[in-house]
């Protein structure tokens, strides 16, 4: 418009005719500079042609101790992003065929794997349910599969036996779906025997489909929710629900994609360049004080910090070339990340998971692993205790847990399976990026489709794996559930845990409480088996005596968790706040002496100030303890800072 402007006025003396001669000239020219522009870039911008499985396999850079297995591909899974086994070892697998921009054509669907010969390599698939949007999330329950399918949550179940789902209900809706790399995400059955998900960046406003929008106004981000009220505002957090009841309420997180548990359910998230985020503080206690206005409840853990080091065995794709080189010369609009760096940083951290399957060992137990979809690659940290935080490292010197050579490898979440194994879900695709984040002069030349038919499940495991036969726990007793809480991998604890909370056997109390109370036991199954109690209701607190006194740090810390329902009930408290204060001054774990910061808030005013004077004299310098405490202060909170402050001991340590 400036050019015919100027052509205008430059040619003011002179007839239109001429006037429109000059500016069809100047059309023309500018058509060409464009049209020679993108010829350019149609040169700069080459197809990347998939690789057939052998090739795939050839291509995986693994460090030495371990070796992947490819256990599906694309004849028989296409675009998985997630996925679940029931009880019995079935396989559910979420396909977003849509992705990227293909919403409204419901393309999705949630597909049933078998391996008929149980020898770890599927044989066949069927459909469970077509005609979904974009699913992005799955979880086994009841014989059925909730599925995040934004904006709703689905549960789906085959009740007749053909492997088809036949029942087919909307729990929940209200989840933003604008923004294709922001849904919701990683659904898990957690501890406290509710389905956690990642709300991830656009959130939402989740309600019931009976409760209409008009009904009241929105709740906000830091009240207390409750379904039927306006709904429960998750915009910036994640969410729970209990299965059974479908209460929902808020939680800590909101990032991006990606969400896992540890044994004592600590949280994990992930987002684009921040690829280990630890969750500190329940949602829940963020507002019980209207005199404090905390900061935020979640904390990066990773060592290095947001965009570390990636070290990618692929070439760079010649688009993010081109794109970096457009943004930093001014000719396309978008962040110049990494000082103008294309690569060589985390810049698509996804499906953060804590590695809890029983094949590793020390080797990768217990560690995070985090997908880099745009550099084809996984890596791991290592996590040690700091404070009562974490600390996340890089294990892999100048490489990584797995390194593809092939640009369409995009590990994009894991899974601890029945096998003890680390599963991989590869949702193989020419270019995963968001088409907003795409120049339209590159866009053109990209084919966002391609890769919508492929799609394969890897899985990692030690060199010398022995693979177990899938285990069938529908037919499983209530005592042997029980005793699979000990297991040493992660998916027997948490599906018997699941499957005991389904059953609501009374007759699960003894063996559980038992279970609880041995100090033999492994204190991982101690910990599901208080969980479990809970969610049975049949939680007493002599059930947390011998856990309160146990020698691990995150068995005594779950247990003290779990003794928040008992603190202000007139029988049993003053003899609890007195073990809450003697545990206070002599607990040598910081995790331990966080979680009774949390729960001193449900203590009388002097038995509270008490508690959290000792605690903040102890941990005044341990910026998470200092938050739970002022979380819990209330209206007593004048009285506490005097009773700190009037220490000197509270200047002698750090902060």
């Avoid at 994640?238 to 209460?247: E, K, N, Y």
Wanted: aromatic share 6%.
């Amino acid at each position: 418009m400036c050019n015919i402007t100027a052509i205008t006025l430059l040619t003011r003396g002179c007839g239109w005719p001429l006037r429109l001669v000059a500016i069809a000239v100047v059309l023309g020219l500018a058509l060409m500079r464009a049209s020679t522009r993108a010829d350019d870039f149609a040169a700069e911008l080459p197809r990347v042609p998939p690789l057939d499985a052998v090739a795939a396999i050839a291509s995986l850079r693994v460090q030495p101790e371990f070796k992947i297995q490819l256990a599906a591909d694309e004849s028989l899974l296409a675009s998985p992003v997630a996925i679940a086994w029931d009880e019995d070892g079935r396989l559910f697998v979420a396909e977003m065929r849509g992705y990227s921009e293909r919403q409204g054509e419901r393309l999705g669907r949630v597909r049933l794997l078998h391996d008929d010969n149980d020898d770890g390599v599927y044989d066949r698939a069927t459909v469970f349910a077509d005609g979904l949007a974009w699913p992005t999330a799955i979880c086994c329950y009841d014989g059925g599969v909730f599925v995040g399918d934004a904006p709703e949550i689905l549960f789906l179940k085959d009740v007749n036996g053909d492997g088809v789902a036949d029942q087919r209900h909307s729990v929940f809706t209200g989840f933003g779906d604008s923004n294709v790399q922001g849904l919701m995400n990683s659904f898990h059955f957690g501890l406290d025997n509710r389905i956690h998900g990642s709300a991830s960046a656009v959130g939402g406003i989740i309600r019931r489909p009976s409760e209409t929008a008009k009904a009241s106004k929105p709740v906000v981000a830091s009240s207390p929710a409750v379904a039927g009220d306006g709904g429960v505002n998750v915009s910036g957090r994640d969410f729970s629900f209990d299965p059974r009841s479908l209460a929902v309420r808020p939680e800590t997180g909101g990032a991006q994609h990606g969400m896992s548990f540890d044994a004592a359910g600590g949280k994990y998230v992930c987002s684009n360049s921040d690829q280990a985020i630890r969750c500190m503080i329940d949602d829940r206690f963020l507002s019980r004080n209207p005199f404090y206005t905390p900061p935020s409840a979640k904390i990066s853990v990773a060592a290095e910090g947001p965009q570390g080091a990636v070290f990618r065995s692929s070439p760079v794709e010649p688009w993010r070339i081109l794109r970096t080189r457009l943004r930093a010369s001014g000719l396309a609009t978008g962040p110049i990340e990494a000082g103008g760096r294309s690569s060589g940083y985390f810049t698509s951290a996804t499906g953060v998971t804590v590695v809890g399957g029983d094949a590793f060992g020390d080797a990768l137990a217990g560690m995070l692993v985090i997908g880099d979809v745009g550099s084809n690659l996984v890596h791991r940290k290592r996590l040690t205790p700091d404070g009562s935080c974490v600390r996340a490292e890089r294990v892999d010197r100048e490489s990584e847990l797995i390194a593809s050579t092939d640009n369409w490898f995009r590990p994009v979440q894991f899974s601890n399976g029945p096998d003890g194994g680390l599963w991989i879900i590869d949702m193989q695709r020419e270019v995963i990026e968001h088409p907003l984040a795409l120049p339209l002069d590159i866009k053109k030349h990209l084919d966002l489709d391609s890769g919508r038919d492929r799609g394969r499940l890897w899985r990692l495991v030690p060199q010398n794996f022995s693979r177990r036969r899938t285990p069938k726990l529908s037919g499983s007793s209530t005592a042997e559930l029980v005793e699979l809480l000990e297991h040493p991998n992660a998916w027997h604890r948490e599906t018997a845990q699941r499957l005991l909370f389904e059953r609501r056997d009374p007759a699960a109390a003894v063996p559980l409480a038992v279970l609880a109370a041995n100090p033999q036991a492994d204190p991982r199954g101690r910990i599901v088996a208080l969980y479990v109690l809970d969610g049975l209701g049949a939680l007493c607190v002599a059930d947390l005596d011998k856990p309160l006194n146990a020698n691990d740090p995150l068995l005594r810390s779950s247990a003290v968790r779990l003794l928040e329902q008992f603190v202000g009930d007139g029988d049993v408290a003053p003899q609890l706040a007195n073990r809450m204060v003697e545990m206070a001054v002599n607990d040598p774990d910081p995790r331990v002496r966080l979680e009774l910061a949390l729960i001193g808030g449900g203590l009388s005013e002097e038995m509270r100030t008490d508690l959290l004077s000792k605690i903040l004299l102890r941990d005044g310098g341990d910026a998470w303890c200092r938050m739970a405490a002022f979380t819990s202060m209330g209206s007593g909170a004048g009285r506490l800072l005097v009773a700190w402050l009037g220490d000197p001991r509270s200047f002698s340590g750090p902060g």
